[in-house]
């Protein structure tokens, strides 16, 4: 959904609510009145999900501004060849990006974890504020049954939620791969002639763009399985052939090696540093959150223990003693909402898969460097093979660690 759209199915929810609630008020009907809280509560979850989705496009929009000089001190020299600029290397299919999965994926757990403390806080002011057996107190109790079968049958409906967000990725990355692997002629393309290469190309993205999760993972591997199961890692390859058969010459050696430098390497470089600064950033903010709802609950908690301590919650009590019981009530499931958001980004999590791999390949970039800065002969290559290799198993690596990190059979929801 567009951000325009979005923008209007929030400004529509919005007039609908005030329509409604002006209807209430003016006719004072039964079916205004009981299906007001009803309304309201479907207002909020459409704010919340569109408004997620919409700080988050801003907030990624921000932060690509903040981090545009950075980017831009990246950026390669113009006279360093792009991937695509070679032969038989193909740029990534367009498609649902992880980006846009990923924000699904975390609006839907947004939601799931506010539904339990929205469901409280209905309850809560049906029974402190509002007469018993009154319209809108009957509203409210709606309201809750609304919220409860809401998250049940989301939870229910949504198993594996976090899958599509993986699958994308994971396809996403291993399209990229395959890109590189291919400019260095190592795994599937070592010793291939440029035709023999392009169909082995052809037949391994076909066998990609169709792959299920299952699939991904065997594809994923640094190695070809033979027909006897048995498997042939790509490194031992590399030193097998030596440099027997190596169709570039030295200096289109180099100038792939400085290719894969620039827009491979150094670009994942500066992909882990952002995304671990942001990571840190969102749990910072998050723990924040958490421990203020947790102090505050317990502040909470003590005034209405004072409270029930001094008899000033009668069957008459003050308004100041409603909106504490309302706080009581409703501090605690804050709680476990900021901790269920929390558990949802692992953000701390990620930031330390992310900063282990930046670190691992800030070391490949400094080996790479000095095979530059070394005679141009046929062993160089070889090794630059090896060093490829080597990265995309690093690369490999943090993906399999990124998808034990996010990935779910179903939503945390206390079911």
């Not at 989705?53 to 113009?78: I, K, T, V, Y």
């Not at 799931?112 to 403390?117: E, Q, R």
């Not at 989301?154 to 399209?175: G, H, K, M, N, Y």
Request: aromatic share 6%; proline share 5%.
């Amino acid at each position: 959904m567009r951000t325009s759209v979005r923008i209007w199915v929030v400004v529509g929810v919005s007039l609908a609510l005030s329509a409604w609630t002006t209807a209430a008020v003016l006719s004072g009907a039964k079916v205004f009145v009981v299906s007001l809280p009803v309304v309201g509560v479907i207002w909020l979850l459409v704010l919340l999900d569109c408004g997620y989705l919409l700080g988050r496009r801003w907030a990624h929009r921000r932060r690509r501004r903040a981090a545009r000089p950075r980017r831009e001190a990246w950026a390669p020299a113009p006279e360093i060849r792009r991937p695509i600029d070679y032969p038989n290397i193909l740029p990534r299919p367009a498609g649902d990006t992880p980006v846009d999965q990923q924000g699904r994926y975390r609006a839907t757990g947004i939601r799931l974890a506010v539904l339990p403390a929205l469901a409280v806080m209905c309850l809560t002011v049906q029974t402190v504020f509002l007469e018993h057996g009154g319209d809108l107190g009957l509203g409210f109790v709606l309201a809750e049954c609304l919220l409860l079968v809401s998250m049940v049958w989301t939870v229910w409906t949504s198993q594996e939620p976090s899958q599509p967000w993986v699958t994308s990725r994971i396809r996403a990355e291993l399209f990229r791969r395959e890109m590189f692997l291919l400019l260095a002629a190592v795994g599937p393309y070592l010793g291939r002639t440029d035709e023999e290469a392009g169909q082995v190309r052809d037949a391994r993205l076909s066998r990609l763009a169709a792959a299920g999760p299952a699939e991904l993972g065997t594809f994923a591997r640094l190695s070809d399985r033979g027909p006897d199961g048995t498997e042939s890692p790509w490194q031992d390859a590399v030193r097998q052939q030596g440099d027997g058969s190596l169709p570039a010459t030295p200096a289109e050696t180099t100038e792939r090696m400085r290719t894969y430098l620039d827009y491979r390497v150094k670009r994942q470089i500066l992909f882990f540093e952002l995304a671990a600064g942001t990571c840190e950033r969102t749990e910072d903010r998050l723990g924040r959150t958490a421990k203020a709802a947790v102090l505050a609950a317990v502040a909470v908690a003590v005034a209405y223990a004072v409270l029930l301590h001094s008899g000033r919650t009668g069957d008459d009590p003050s308004t100041t003693s409603s909106v504490i019981a309302l706080l009581a009530a409703g501090l605690p499931p804050l709680c476990n909402m900021a901790l269920a958001v929390q558990n949802l980004f692992a953000s701390q999590r990620l930031a330390a898969s992310y900063r282990e791999t930046r670190q691992e390949l800030l070391e490949h970039e400094h080996t790479l460097r000095g095979l530059l800065a070394g005679p141009a002969d046929a062993e160089r290559a070889v090794r630059f093979r090896s060093l490829v290799v080597r990265v995309e198993s690093t690369l490999t690596e943090e993906l399999r660690r990124w998808r034990i990190i996010v990935a779910k059979s179903e939503f945390d929801a206390g079911l």
